[in-house]
């Protein structure tokens, strides 16, 4: 913890020292500190697991502090739950129980079956979060792949990615299909993947889950992750059963506002392929930050052209926009299939 203790002389007078300068998570690690080891558990076990790790890892560098510190801290949490009200804390029991004084809990349960949100299901295959990657392969590998694709849909895009890298390349494709394709899960399925997890000696959660199939661009990441080649070659196999959702996850695991991570000798080289009647639409809905980058690849010149083109255009529907974005990705794509240019910034990671 980088701890900023200034001190400033006025006539040869030292002022006061400054207030310790501490982060949020440092905040957050020194109050962790503070409580019992029971109450800092409770608060642990609600947290993400990456949120564990680098809580721990702040922990560590907070052990030392001093008072001074265990001050700025308090004083940060007392002021900011004055600014909290207890309004919302537990708030469906406090409704239930004013309607059954009011009107009795026969009639009181009636109005708020009808008058409750609909309280979801809770997960229960969180403990996959806390699981290597090489112990869940473990795990499913000798599963039927709609129980891969299950495990695969509860994990981030970065750890499905690792895991489907892992597993047989001859069960990829399907195992991706099956993911883009899930639907309402069975609790039959829910109860072999709890008796998987029970065999790796996991804690079991508590109620089944109905999911849907993962978006186009959740699994376009996965794609992005485990590598061009891998990607390539599962897009391909997924083009054979389903173009459409091959076709969607392509469309997404390099968007227009990708374009931005090019080198500009890549960028530039888009540019000249693409005409201004359709760059101008497609700039119209772009964010600030790529149109100065595509316009920056420009001679001057051409670039103030544009702009006044932009200008003149005025509002475009969205629809043209869109069409004009897909356009000028279509032709990158076809620029990084030659060979010309490299998008992603390595050569494996995007197709």
């Not at 295959?125 to 290597?132: F, G, I, N, R, T």
């Not at 990708?258 to 080198?263: H, N, P, W």
């Not at 497609?282 to 083109?309: H, V």
Request: one cysteine or more.
């Amino acid at each position: 913890m980088a701890d900023v203790m200034e001190k400033s002389a006025d006539n040869g007078v030292n002022a006061a020292p400054a207030r310790p300068n501490i982060g949020d998570e440092q905040a957050a690690a020194i109050l962790l500190l503070l409580f019992s080891e029971d109450e800092a558990a409770q608060i642990l076990s609600r947290l993400e697991p990456d949120e564990v790790q680098q809580l721990s890892k702040v922990m560590y560098s907070v052990a030392d502090i001093g008072a001074p510190e265990i001050n700025v801290v308090l004083d940060r949490f007392v002021d900011r739950a004055r600014h909290r009200t207890t309004v919302g804390y537990k708030a469906d029991l406090q409704i239930e129980s004013m309607l059954t004084a009011a009107l009795g809990e026969q009639r009181a349960e009636a109005i708020v079956s009808r008058t409750a949100p609909k309280k979801k299901a809770a997960p229960n295959l969180e403990p996959l979060k806390w699981m290597a990657s090489k112990d869940i392969v473990a795990m499913i590998e000798d599963e039927h792949p709609q129980i891969a694709a299950l495990v695969l849909s509860f994990l981030s895009s970065d750890s499905a990615a690792e895991v489907l890298k892992l597993l047989p390349e001859s069960e990829q494709d399907d195992i991706v299909y099956r993911l883009a394709t899930l639907g309402k899960v069975s609790t039959d399925a829910i109860g072999t993947i709890e008796q998987l997890l029970n065999a790796f000696h996991a804690p079991q959660a508590s109620a089944p889950v109905e999911t849907g199939g993962n978006s186009a661009s959740e699994i376009a990441a996965i794609m992005n992750l485990i590598g061009k080649k891998q990607s390539k070659r599962v897009i391909k196999s997924l083009a054979k059963r389903d173009k459409g959702i091959a076709g969607a996850i392509e469309d997404q695991m390099f968007t227009f506002a990708d374009l931005v991570t090019l080198e500009v000798k890549d960028l530039g080289t888009v540019m000249r392929g693409v005409d201004n009647d359709s760059l101008v639409p497609a700039l119209k809905g772009a964010d600030d930050q790529l149109r100065e980058r595509i316009l920056g690849c420009m001679s001057s010149r051409a670039a103030q052209t544009l702009e006044d083109e932009i200008e003149e255009r005025g509002p475009i529907p969205m629809a043209d926009v869109i069409e004009a974005q897909r356009q000028v990705v279509a032709h990158a794509r076809k620029l990084a299939d030659n060979g010309e240019i490299v998008i992603g910034g390595s050569s494996d990671e995007y197709l």
